[in-house]
């Protein structure tokens, strides 16, 4: 089989996976390459979501049966597999012409779990030895794999990540007949006792071997299973508490695969997973827990109105705020206002007291936040600011066709944009 | 009015903008080329004096906050129409109110420049990710990009931290300049028509596989052109290998 052929079934298998941030490490030196703290997209593809990585799997082939899964063993597809002197190769040329900043290897499980990580450590490690190549490179742990390799694969990768894919153990019972929670979790557990080990290490001696200096992330598919965004919200808050993730990434169930398991589903829930990420971020960047978004009575996110906006609909008490006044977390807590407008609503009432005018000036989206501020006494919402009321407005600047304009409609998102869409950060 | 011409350099501008600043009556800035005559205009030339620029890049690091002389330097690489003047009142506002300044967020006046900044900022990061080498034969990579801006000092250095054991050229067509990188050494230079490129013999096998693989990795049930172009805009991908 030529290269072409199996760059192509082996990229077609690894798209699934939503991860492609090439954030968090500064890596440089000798040689090529460097790693870009914020990281760089260098691409779009026609489905809007960003390329930084060559993201490939070293085989689509797989002990394992996950009816989800396009990989999975019963699906007799074309199967592929590139050597690690192909992988390194691949990767150096693309890199060279600036068309990556680096590798994503992931991997379906050849002969074994251990087999299958030696394999594409010796893929990352010709990278990093014989290339000399200081870019970025996210590794996939295997579950099962000997602790060990995974201990390698944490000190030649920047980020590592092991998919915890479907929520919950009764789901993975149902659809990865092959996993528990268990085999997802103690990889987890220990890359996280690593990076910290390796973090605290280095604080006192520099020249000290970082530990996956870009931190881990994972993966849950949304709607294969019947779990609800409250369960969903609650493992990923447990997943950043917890497990100190740097990314929890949701990807809406693509049902490529027929199987009398999964749902039918028309088309994947791409909005009920932007709510998700709108969560997420209020979650990591705002200040919000997960119970404060959601409650056992109300369990699923409102496809309506994004989740910051709901909450403050349901907490008209208070506000409105006055921005001269009031803290950056609660300024952080208003419609309309995202990190990079709050931090400016702060700087720039030092100069003068703030009005309604300049708050457009500074970037809030006043449509949203008119009904929950005031400037200088000054409230420029409705006269009778009762819920049902400050619905009816914010709906009436929606889309007038009625349909949601999915990625540009909140300010959450402008600032969220590149993670939402392109998993940076 | 009095209205100082500058020759198009950084340090021509900042000349002119010391000689306004000690000026004290009405007057603008702009580059030889662009100046437009009206009826009571009297064009002074400010030509280039060294000592002339550092003082105004003193005033504006002894007035303004840690942040304003990066303002004004990505300001005037945006060469946007306008751009001078709305400095010029911008190192102004500096000289009388000091660092609070760049905390007037709702002043035009520095919203203009910091959005001017922000704008070639981010162009530049755009561009960390746009810049697209091809192989010469001579193992030379060469790309041409067509900025809005002149964000060409702001990239190449991101470049000569991960390239710097190849020799490249950066070359931004639209302003005819390159940055070079040969043998370790980083020049900036007039670059008008590059001739016929030899490409290297596996230059196109490459291309292929990136176009390919750029191709296999949409999810077609996700397919979302919108969104593709607010991220990739249509004139940009003249110059990018994967919408050739």
Redesign the interface.
Known sequence: MDLDKKLEILAESAKYDASCASSGSDRGGKGTGAAHLGGVCHSWTSDGRCISLLKILMTNECVYDCAYCINRRSNDSAKAILTPDEIAGLTFEFYKRNYIEGLFLSSGIIVSPDHTMELMLQAVRKLRETFRFNGYVHMKVIPGADQSLIDQAGLWADRVSVNIELPTDKSLQLLAPGKTKETVLRPMSRLAQRISASKDERRSIKSAPAFAPAGQSTQLIIGATPETDREIMKLSEALYHKMRLKRVYYSAFVPVMKDSRLPALREPPLLREHRLYQADWLLRFYGFTADELLDEAHPTLDLTFDPKTVWALNNLDKFPLEVNKASYEEILRVPGIGVTSAKRILRARRAWQLKLDDLKKLGVVMKRAVYFVTAGGQYGGIKKETEEAIKIKLLEHKNTNGQLDLFSESELVKEGLTGTVTGQL | MRIFLYDGSFEGFLTALSLGLEGGYACAISKEDKAEAGLFSEFVNAGTDPEKAAAARDLIERRGSAESWQHVRFAFLSEAPGAETAIFEYVKLLAEKGP?AD??????RV?KVHGLAASVGGEA?MF????????LADKT?Y?KIEPDHNILPLVAP??R??????NWVIHDGRRGKAALYFNRRLIYAPLTAARALELDG?EDE?Q???K?????????????????R???PLKYRKN???FE
């Open positions: 609070i905390s007037m967020l709702a002043d035009d919203k990061h960390k990710g746009f810049v697209r080498f091809k192989e990579l790309s991101h470049f931290a991960r390239l710097g054991e190849f596996k490459v292929a596989l990136w390919h693989f750029f191709k296999t990795a949409a999810i077609k049930e996700r397919t979302n052109p919108k969104l593709q607010q991220n990739v990018l290998t994967e």
